[in-house]
């Protein structure tokens, strides 16, 4: 069935990867973005390109995860024009790299602004119109590095993405109820295909970075781990499976999508530590009377 999806951060990677699988799957697909006049006019124009070439419905709209009046107003654009909206995409973040200790307090701020405020920004957005709905579904996109293996110099990326996981955990429970689904996936740690890495945020305190990288007993510590990840990532691993598995979430029968989805070629071990936390989850949920919000009730 045709859905009306909303991606945010679908600029680039997987935001503007699964927006064109979205599309092409047959959607009504909103890549949203900010500065789309701006920095991103260049992505707008290539989403409204692709979407004359293929003869899909995928267009972008202007959406700051930064600011409550942007997601405001993206989703009331988006209503206006459609009637409904079926999928949030949770999709907007960025990634910092770089010994923890240089990173400054504010830098933590920024990356729980952008990974996790943000998502809560555009859920009071879009909640009250899928709450009227009776369904809809949440789709976080997460991060294997919430519970799988933790290589150096990731730290404030990391935190942030285990609190966007949390916060997602607690929202699929309190949503039930009200007829509404949620999905997180979980992708690994691609060194090839995106662009994370490379444009990753770096420490604010360059003199404290350098003692770190430079001249203390972890100088080439970031580069060794660096090497290390790409090692574990088989040569077929492909970003367009994070994609795909999205899509696929999105097709399946309401009722019936899966409550979480792993895309990690490296095997970090985040899929075992996930089954045993949901399995916790679940179980508990049962033991206090309230399985019942383990699936979305029909209404």
Known sequence: MKQVILITGASSGFGAMSARAFADAGHTVYASM???????????QSALDYAREHQVDLRAVELDVLSQDSADAAIA???????RLD???HNAGHMVYGPTEAFLPEQFTQLYDINVLGTQRVNRAALPQLRKQGDGLLLWVGSSSTRGGTPPYLAPYFAAKAAM??????????LARWGIESSIIVPGA????THHFLNSGRPADTDR????????????LGEDSLKGLALCEPEEAN??????AMVDIVNTPYGKRPFRVHVDPSDDGAEVVNAVADRVRKEFL??????????????
């Open 239 to 244: 970003i367009s499976d994070v994609a795909a």
């Open 34 to 44: 900010r500065d789309t006049t701006g920095r991103n006019a260049p992505q707008v």
């Open 190 to 193: 691609f060194t090839k295909g």
């Open 87 to 89: 999928v949030v995409v």
């Open 286 to 299: 049962q033991r206090i009377g309230l399985g019942d919000l383990l699936r979305p009730h029909t209404r």
């Open 165 to 174: 996981d949390a916060v997602a955990v607690s929202y699929a429970a309190e």
């Open 209 to 220: 970075e350098r003692e770190y990288t430079e001249t203390g007993p972890t100088a080439g």
């Open 77 to 83: 654009q988006i209503i206006a024009q459609q009637g």
